[in-house]
């Protein structure tokens, strides 16, 4: 099977930087896409960055030229770099990958545990 575990984030002063890091191990076959979604309290969660194979990202409006969303594929690994960070943006991070593990069939969505990132004004 495939296991996913996340890591990064915590507590951090508006204007400051984090880095989310989120690495998927086990018997893949490809990984056809990476992304992380977060979700605030009351909120439903939302995309944040998108990451294919192709290398194509894609952000959300309000994340658009502070987060960066990059990949490690040595490692399986996909990191969210987020700057300039702002009390809007609290709330639980988590990690998606979009994986194969057979050659044939639709790939599948494995999900991190979620993180914490919290910013203070």
């Known amino acids: 099977q495939v296991q996913v575990v996340e890591s990064g984030g915590g507590l951090v002063q508006a204007g400051g930087s984090l880095r989310l890091s989120c690495a998927a191990s086990?018997?893949?076959?490809?990984?056809?896409?990476m992304a992380w979604y977060r979700q605030a309290p009351g909120n439903q969660r939302e995309l944040v960055a998108g990451?294919?194979?192709?290398?194509?990202?894609s952000y959300a409006d309000s994340v658009k030229g502070r987060f960066i969303i990059s990949r490690d594929n040595a490692k399986n690994t996909v990191y969210l770099q987020m700057n300039s960070l702002k009390p809007e943006d609290t709330a639980v991070y988590y990690c998606?990958?979009?994986?194969?593990?057979?050659?044939?069939?639709?790939?599948?969505?494995?999900w991190g545990q979620g993180t914490q990132v919290t910013v203070s004004s």
């Open positions: 998606n990958f979009r994986i194969r593990v057979r050659l044939w069939g639709a790939p599948s969505d494995y």
């Open positions: 086990g018997n893949i076959i490809r990984t056809d896409a």
């Open positions: 990451l294919t194979g192709a290398d194509s990202t």
